[in-house]
C-alpha cells in the first residue's frame, strides 16, 4: 500500500477488507468498497495490488459489481497487468462497452497474452474495421492463426478451438518426445494428451499422458499410441462437439479441417462453457427474452422482449375470439366465466411439462423414429391418465360449490380433452419446428400455449352450450 499520512475513507487495511469473498461467496462489500476509493483517488498502484491475487473468473465478477465508468477505470488503472481473459468472464454488453472504450493498440497487446480461443472470443464481435487494425497489429504467426479460426462458422468448433497442441511423429520413441518436451519453449500451457501425425498432419493416433508416462524411454510411439479414436470437424457446431465430449467422456479432443489435418484442440473447459452458454440460450429462448442478459440496459430489453411480446398479443387476440364465440352461452351462466380460466391453465402447464421434455430430448438428440412414437404415446396416455385425475377433482369442487353435478361433469369431460391435446401439441410443435429447422426452443411455447388455450376454452364453452341447451 501507498504510504499515506491521512488515509480517507474506505481506504483503510485490515482484515475485513483483505477478504475477497464472504462466507456465502459472494465479493465482500468492504472489499468493494476498498477498490472503488483506490480508483475514486486514481491510486493505480494500490489498485494493482488488491487486484494482483485474482483469478480471471475473480476480475470478471469485479467488471460485473463495478459502474461502467468505474470499470473502465480499473482496466486502465492496471493498464499492462489487466489480464484480458478476465472480458471472457463477462456479459457480451459490459465486454462490448469496456473494449469499444479502449484503443485498438491496448486490445492488440492484452489479446497477444491469451490463448488463441479466448482471443477469438473477443475478437469476433468486434467491427471488421477495428478486428482488422488489432489483427495487424499481432505478430504474424498469431495473426494467421486468429484469422484462420475467425474464418470458420460462428459456434462452430473451429472458433473454440485452441491452435496450440502437441503433435509427434509416429517413429519417435518415448525418450526422444520427453527430450523435445522438456527442451521446446512453445508449448500449451496445459495439455492431456499427444498426437500422433504424418507429415501432412492427418492424425494416426493418439497418446494420453498417463499411458505415455507409465511407458519406458525406448518404446516407440508407434507401438503404444491409440487407433481409436474421436476427432471433430473444424466446422461443426460447438454443440454437436459437447455431445462427443458427452458420449465418449472425453477432456480433450482434435478438430480437424476439411481435408482431414489436425489444426486445433478443444478441451473440456472449453466444452463446459458451450455446455453452460447452450443452456442458458434454449432457457432464454424458451422465456422469449433472446440473448438478454442482467447486465443489458433498459433499452436492450425492451428490443429484446417486444417481439416476442407481440406475438403472444396476437395468440390472446385469437384466444379471445374464441371466448366471443360464446358470448350468450356465458352470459347465460356466469359460473362458465368462472370455471373456463381453470381449463386453459391446467392444458398450459400439462403443455408446458411436455414441451420442455421433448425440446430437451430434441437439443441432446436422444429421439429416434422409435422414441418418438414411443414418447408420443406415452404423452398422449399420460394425458388421459392425468385429465381423468383432474377431471374428478375438479368435477367434485364445482359440483360442490355451485349445487350442480352437470356442471362438474362438463368440466371434467372438457379437462380430460384439454390435457390429452396438451400432451400430444406438447410434442407434435417442437417435432414439426425441428423437422422444418428451426429451433424449437424459440417458438415451442406460444404455439403451445395458444392450442391448449383454444381447445381448452373452446371444448368446455362448446360442451358446456350443447349439454344445457345453451345455444
Do not use: C
Not at 12 to 20: A, C, K, R, S, W
Not at 121 to 138: G, H, K, P, T, V
Not at 139 to 149: I, Q, V
Not at 314 to 331: C, D, H, K, P, Y
Amino acid at each position: 500500500m501507498s504510504d499515506d499520512s491521512e488515509m480517507a475513507p474506505g481506504l483503510e487495511t485490515g482484515n475485513d477488507f483483505d477478504v475477497f469473498r464472504d462466507a456465502e461467496g459472494r465479493i465482500n462489500v468492504l472489499w468493494l468498497e476498498r477498490l472503488r476509493a483506490f480508483l475514486d483517488a486514481d491510486r493505480a498502484e494500490d489498485v494493482a495490488l488488491v487486484m494482483e491475487p485474482l483469478h480471471a473468473s475473480d476480475i470478471g465478477d469485479v467488471l460485473e459489481q463495478l459502474h461502467a465508468g468505474e470499470r473502465l477505470a480499473l482496466v486502465r488503472s492496471l493498464a499492462d497487468k489487466f489480464d484480458f481473459s478476465a472480458l471472457t468472464e463477462v456479459d457480451e454488453s459490459i465486454r462490448l462497452d469496456i473494449m469499444e472504450a479502449l484503443p485498438n493498440a491496448d486490445i492488440a497487446r492484452g489479446v497477444a497474452e491469451l490463448d488463441n480461443d479466448d482471443a477469438v472470443y473477443l475478437l469476433e464481435d468486434l467491427e471488421q474495421e477495428d478486428r482488422d487494425e488489432i489483427l495487424s497489429a499481432l505478430p504474424t504467426f498469431e495473426r494467421l492463426a486468429l484469422k484462420r479460426s475467425l474464418d470458420f462458422p460462428e459456434d462452430s468448433a473451429g472458433r473454440r478451438m485452441q491452435t496450440e497442441f502437441i503433435a509427434i511423429p509416429p517413429f519417435w520413441t518415448v525418450g526422444q518426445v520427453i527430450d523435445y518436451l522438456r527442451a521446446e519453449k512453445d508449448l500449451p500451457d496445459e495439455f492431456y494428451q499427444l498426437y500422433v501425425v504424418d507429415a501432412g498432419y492427418t492424425v494416426l493416433g493418439t497418446l494420453p499422458l498417463d499411458k505415455f508416462l507409465r511407458t519406458p524411454r525406448a518404446t516407440k510411439i508407434d507401438e503404444i499410441m491409440t487407433t481409436s479414436f474421436v476427432l471433430v470437424k473444424a466446422d461443426e457446431d460447438q454443440e454437436e462437439a459437447a455431445r462427443s465430449f458427452e458420449r465418449y467422456d472425453l477432456v480433450e479432443v482434435g478438430v480437424v479441417d476439411e481435408s482431414g489435418r489436425l489444426v486445433g484442440v478443444l478441451t473440456i473447459d472449453d466444452i463446459v462453457d458451450v455446455i453452460h452458454e447452450e443452456a442458458d440460450e434454449d432457457i432464454k429462448l424458451l422465456a422469449g427474452v433472446g440473448d438478454e442478459d442482467v447486465s443489458d440496459s433498459t433499452m436492450d430489453t425492451v428490443k429484446s422482449r417486444v417481439p416476442w411480446l407481440v406475438i403472444n398479443l396476437f395468440t390472446a387476440v385469437m384466444v379471445s375470439f374464441v371466448i366471443g364465440l360464446f358470448n350468450a352461452t356465458i352470459e347465460q351462466m356466469v359460473a362458465l366465466a368462472v370455471l373456463m380460466p381453470i381449463v386453459a391453465s391446467m392444458g398450459g402447464n400439462a403443455g408446458a411439462q411436455t414441451m420442455t421434455v421433448t425440446v430437451r430430448a430434441l437439443s441432446m438428440r436422444e429421439l429416434d423414429g422409435r422414441r418418438v412414437r414411443r414418447l408420443i404415446r406415452r404423452e398422449m396416455v399420460v394425458g388421459v391418465v392425468n385429465g381423468v385425475i383432474f377431471a374428478v377433482l375438479i368435477g367434485i369442487v364445482t359440483a360442490l360449490r355451485y349445487g350442480d353435478l352437470q356442471l362438474g361433469i362438463v368440466i371434467g369431460i372438457a379437462m380430460v380433452i384439454n390435457m390429452i391435446v396438451a400432451g400430444t401439441f406438447g410434442i407434435l410443435i417442437p417435432l414439426t419446428l425441428d423437422k422444418l429447422k428451426a429451433d424449437p426452443a424459440i417458438a415451442s411455447a406460444v404455439f403451445v400455449t395458444t392450442v391448449t388455450d383454444v381447445i381448452g376454452f373452446f371444448a368446455f364453452l362448446g360442451i358446456a352450450g350443447l349439454w344445457f341447451g345453451l345455444f
